[in-house]
């Protein structure tokens, strides 16, 4: 199993300012790399795919780079509406995919 | 638009059975992977088990193989999964998904929750 270490576990960025938010896999997952952002009491939402390829109507301030085993989501000039839990998840091993444990984004 | 719609979940005692329904609609369902990923409270995401579009490819997870079976309905547009002898540890949102096609979870269902307690 390839085991999606996320860290760090809490970011607090004020708005206007850029999040970095990172992903490390156990091992090379290729390009095959997924971000999602899940707001309270809701289901995630793809953001990107491919590494950097971001979904259908996903905000060009969501960035997404890397390869192997380590992975950036950017998210620049933060806004309120960015405050939530953000996985990362590979799918290079199949059958099984596996996420990362979240990482959590705060608007101070 | 692409919709997805669980329902079947609710509160279980422990070794209990409980049986989750997904209908979707917005594409055509039988040409899709379909898949049931969980997420217990204040934790992360699981993938639970997959189907392929024809039913013949099926993918779980080690923590609920020979408990839980999957299957789908391409006539009903409908996506189950079949719980048995279930935990306390299986206490999650289960969300239907869109996936894993290719290889990321597009469309999700906004979940229900199954509460394993006695």
């Known amino acids: 199993e390839i085991v999606m270490t996320q860290f760090p576990a809490t970011l607090s960025v004020s708005p206007g300012e850029r999040a970095t938010l990172s992903c490390r896999a156990s091992q090379s997952v290729s390009s095959n790399l997924a971000w999602y952002q899940q707001k309270p009491g809701q289901a995630p939402r793809l953001l990107i795919y491919?590494?950097?390829t971001r979904a259908t109507g996903i905000p060009a301030r969501f960035s997404g780079s890397g390869s192997g085993t380590e992975f950036t989501l950017t998210i620049s000039s933060l806004q309120s509406e960015d405050s939530a839990v953000y996985y990362c998840?590979?799918?290079?091993?199949?059958?099984?995919?596996?996420f990362g444990q979240g990482t959590k984004l705060e608007i101070k | 638009q692409v919709q997805l719609m669980e329902s079947g979940g609710g509160l279980v005692k422990p070794g209990g059975s409980l049986r989750l329904s997904c209908v979707v609609s917005?594409?055509?369902?039988?040409?899709?992977?379909m898949s049931w990923i969980r997420q217990a409270p204040g934790k992360g995401l699981e993938w639970v088990s997959y189907?392929?579009?024809?039913?013949?490819?099926?993918y779980y997870a080690d923590s609920v193989k020979g408990r839980f079976t999957i299957s789908r309905d391409n006539a009903k547009n409908s996506l189950y999964l079949q719980m048995n002898s279930l935990r306390a540890e299986d206490t999650a949102v289960y969300y239907c998904?869109?996936?894993?096609?290719?290889?990321?979870?597009?469309?999700w269902g906004q979940g229900t929750l199954v509460t394993v307690s006695s």
């Open positions: 491919g590494t950097s």
């Open positions: 917005g594409f055509t369902f039988s040409d899709y992977y």
């Open positions: 189907i392929s579009g024809s039913g013949n490819t099926i």
């Open positions: 998904a869109r996936a894993p096609g290719s290889g990321w979870v597009d469309y």
């Open positions: 998840q590979q799918y290079n091993n199949w059958p099984l995919y596996t």
